[in-house]
């Protein structure tokens, strides 16, 4: 049996190193839907890393009485039932930014990433360990949110968490706000640009090509 | 083996081999059956917290209302501070004699005080229409000087609730308000914001033939029966056109609003 990665790494390997967003581009839907502001990336960040944690670890600890032909419907069941739960909690006692995140709450149960991490590793390892993949997935994806969250409230509309930073032109300032921050698009450029960042850095990142450029180099055969 | 052993019976049902029939159907049905248990008993017990949490926003979504139209904390002072509170009988356009506001929501749980709208009347992409609504409505020396009436309509990610604000002439909007929505966050989630709300007082709804003409706009508001529209969410801006429109139309307030201005309230 070989020797199994210490939590420590499981933890910290996919918040940069194997991140699900920018190595698996896994989940990017919500990355670029609810990261117009900090505040809200914040919430589905935390929403996310709740689910996904007891999602690996519920799954994880039944994981020898899933019959295969069943199981990816019976992960999703768990998923979606954890989503339900999550989204009334926040309905509950965090009514305002529950109502800015609206439908993208429940969208969590069809992330990528969710059932990535259950099929992929919670279905194959003990509790303890699925969790702390899980959280540390969670996280990964949180810090990109976080990031992209940032750039654009900070650049869409001059704030951080809804407190003014750079002076607006229209209130006396010197900052234009960039309209285009707010819309999607901005989120896939943010988004590409890290992607390239991060595999610039770490050139083990980058995939090789799949297809030789047209007109260029040896035929194949 | 003496007597029933359901600790030993549990064991020999783990150990069946996962893929065969009894335990996948087993298996199954205990998943959903637990899924189904917390994901019911989360709503129940989180639904009045919930609904207290919509009661207070929609309250304090009106209180700003009514505090954003101009004059109204002074009229507010002379009346007491207080709102008039009256339910309405939409069908006949006047104050309903047997409902109250106590008693709106058991009345409108029942189907027959409900009206099934058919697709020509239903801009709002409503389906059907409670036959009674509360509205808020504050007089001035007898005459009705402000009324809000609460309305709703179908928009592009779900049902929108807002609060239109009328001056006394039954014609010009005071200030509107949404108190609920689902839109676009970013998007169509802007009609919630102030800044666009802002555009609302002041516009007119008719004309002086009597014809609605109240629209978003499609860019910049172009007359007085316009608001600037929002920048990529033409559907929302349409939903909310079409919504004001359906609730001062005919199968809305109209007949309540005809009455008002004939002072017949």
Request: aromatic residues 6%.
């Amino acid at each position: 049996m070989p020797a199994r990665p210490s939590l420590w790494t499981t933890l910290t390997a996919p918040l940069l190193r194997e991140n699900p967003v920018t190595l698996q581009i896994l989940g990017i839907c919500s990355a670029l839907a609810v990261t117009t502001s900090l505040a809200t990336a914040l919430t589905m960040a935390a929403s996310l890393t709740v689910v996904l944690t007891l999602a690996a670890g519920l799954i994880s600890v039944i994981r020898h009485h899933i019959p295969d032909t069943i199981r990816l419907i019976v992960q999703i069941v768990i998923i979606a039932s954890l989503v339900i739960v999550i989204d009334q909690v926040l309905q509950a006692w965090f009514f305002e930014i529950s109502q800015a995140l609206s439908v993208f709450v429940g969208l969590i149960t069809t992330n990528c990433l969710v059932l990535g991490r259950t099929e992929a590793y919670a279905r194959h390892n003990p509790p303890l360990p699925s969790m702390v993949d899980a959280l540390g997935n969670a996280l990964g994806y949180s810090l990109i949110l976080v990031i992209i969250g940032a750039l654009r409230e900070l650049f869409g509309k001059g704030e951080l968490m809804g407190l003014a930073v750079l002076p607006l032109a229209d209130q006396g300032g010197w900052f234009t706000p960039l309209s285009l921050m707010l819309l999607a698009p901005s989120a896939f450029f943010l988004l590409g640009g890290l992607v390239w960042a991060i595999r610039t850095l770490r050139p083990e990142q980058a995939e090789t090509p799949e297809h030789a450029p047209m007109g260029r180099g040896e035929p194949a055969e | 083996m003496a007597g029933p052993d359901p600790l030993g019976a549990w064991r020999r049902f783990l150990a069946l081999p996962n893929e065969s029939r009894g335990k996948t159907l087993a298996v199954a049905f205990a998943v959903s059956a637990v899924c189904a248990i917390l994901v019911s008993g989360a709503t129940v017990m989180l639904r009045p917290i919930q609904s207290a949490n919509r009661a207070a926003e929609e309250q304090a979504r009106i209180e700003a209302l009514v505090a954003g139209i101009p004059g109204m904390a002074d009229l507010l002072a002379q009346s007491g501070g207080t709102l008039g509170t009256v339910v309405i009988d939409l069908v006949r356009g006047r104050a309903a004699s047997d409902v109250t506001p106590a008693t709106l929501a058991t009345a409108l749980a029942d189907p027959a005080n409900w009206t099934a709208l058919d697709a020509g009347q239903d801009l709002a992409g409503l389906g059907q229409r409670p036959d009674y609504a509360q509205i808020y409505l504050l007089r001035d020396a007898g005459e009705v000087s402000v009324v809000l009436l609460p309305i709703s309509g179908a928009g592009y990610n779900g049902r929108i609730d807002a609060v239109l604000a009328l001056s006394g002439d039954m014609n010009t909007i005071a200030g509107l308000s949404v108190t609920r929505q689902s839109e676009t966050p970013g998007l169509g989630a802007r009609i919630e914001e102030a800044g666009w709300l802002a555009d609302f007082p002041g516009t007119r709804t008719r004309d002086e033939d009597g014809t609605l003409r109240f629209a978003v706009a499609r860019g910049t508001a172009a007359s007085v029966y316009e608001v600037d529209g929002i920048t990529g969410a033409t559907r929302t801006s349409n939903a909310v056109t079409r919504m004001v429109r359906f609730w001062l139309g005919p199968d809305g307030y109209g007949p309540l609003l005809a009455a008002i201005r004939r002072g017949e309230f």
